[in-house]
């Protein structure tokens, strides 16, 4: 430890004599630095931290972040930063990092909502055979973001966590964090009120992301390629699932945006359904757009699958 923080210090000397940015104690030109591990945790430093936070994200826009790897500029990035917003059990590049860098200026967005089980990647069935999820060692669902109510508790103790690395701007950051979380009330609202009349609840999708989003609104996800979005599944759990999709009248198999849409396609194909895209908010495709308009995308494309008038 003594030999890291020697080592971020060196960082510091040399970065400070080569005339770089004014980078000290977690801030760079006054402003709290913080790394953020993907777009949703990016999307909320962005929002809570307004222009008194300068914000990276490990991720590229477009990159698919389950297995990220980081460079040594992006590990030192962590080791200089005021704070780190991540997602533990999510990308084992990040935990590494942050477990070596920077344990105490990081803040686990899993640490602050009531965690899922994996859910196998299908309604309660075991998991497949050969299923892979390095991501998943511990052996929870990583992706809470999708439900706007456990986002909204995020916003919350991100807020505080904030305004404890940088109490000159406590008071802003609360008050961005309490408009996010009105937006976010207003989105599960929007949500709970749509997705209350369909015909049809069972949600078929390649990647098994949306299982906190499913429990939300009473839906049921059955996954086809379990947590990790490049999983192969074994035929057997592709006839299964297209089997399910038969037996609950599904129309639409739906994919997502970062990975092939191969596996969605063969079942479709076999049940004569459709394929659309549920977006998992890994990443941004569309520079566009945000995590709202995002989870709006979704909700629309949801009613139109199940059924819901
Ligand atoms: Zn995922």
Not at 116 to 139: F, I, K, Q, R
Not at 231 to 250: I, N, Y
Not at 275 to 298: C, H, I, K, Q, W
């Amino acid at each position: 430890m003594p030999r890291r923080l020697l080592a971020a210090l060196l960082t510091l000397a040399v970065a400070a004599g080569c005339g770089a940015r004014a980078s000290a104690g977690g801030f760079t030109d006054g402003r709290l630095t913080v790394v953020t591990a993907f777009y949703p945790l990016d999307f909320l430093s962005k929002r809570i931290g307004g222009d008194t936070v300068s914000v990276t994200d490990l991720t590229k826009p477009g990159a698919e972040p389950h297995d990220v790897e980081l460079n040594p500029r992006q590990v030192g990035r962590i080791a200089d930063a005021g704070l780190i917003v991540y997602l533990h059990g999510f990308q084992p590049a990040v935990d590494d990092a942050v477990d070596q860098e920077a344990k105490d200026r990081a803040f686990d967005a899993a640490s602050v909502v009531a965690l899922l089980p994996l859910a196998d990647g299908t309604d309660g069935e075991p998991e497949p055979p050969g299923a892979d999820h390095p991501e998943t060692a511990n052996g929870m669902d990583p992706h809470v973001w999708l439900d706007p109510v456990r986002f909204a508790t995020i916003a919350d103790r991100l807020a505080e966590r904030l305004g404890r690395a940088d109490p000159a701007h406590a008071a802003a950051y609360t008050a961005r964090a309490a408009g996010v979380h009105r937006e976010l009330d207003a989105l599960n609202a929007e949500f709970a009120a749509q997705l209350s009349t369909c015909r049809r609840h069972e949600l078929v999708t390649s990647h098994s992301a949306f299982n906190y989003l499913a429990t939300r609104y009473g839906l049921t996800q059955i996954g086809i390629t379990g947590i990790s979005p490049e999983a192969e599944p074994s035929p057997q759990r592709l006839g299964q699932v297209a089997a399910e999709a038969r037996a609950t009248g599904t129309t639409t198999i739906f994919f997502e945006t970062l990975v092939s849409p191969k596996v969605a396609e063969t079942i479709a194909r076999e049940v004569g359904a459709r394929t659309a895209v549920l977006d998992p908010l890994e990443g941004l495709t569309d520079p566009g757009a945000d995590y709202f308009s995002v989870m709006r995308g979704n909700l629309a494309a949801l009613t139109a699958a199940l059924g819901c008038p």
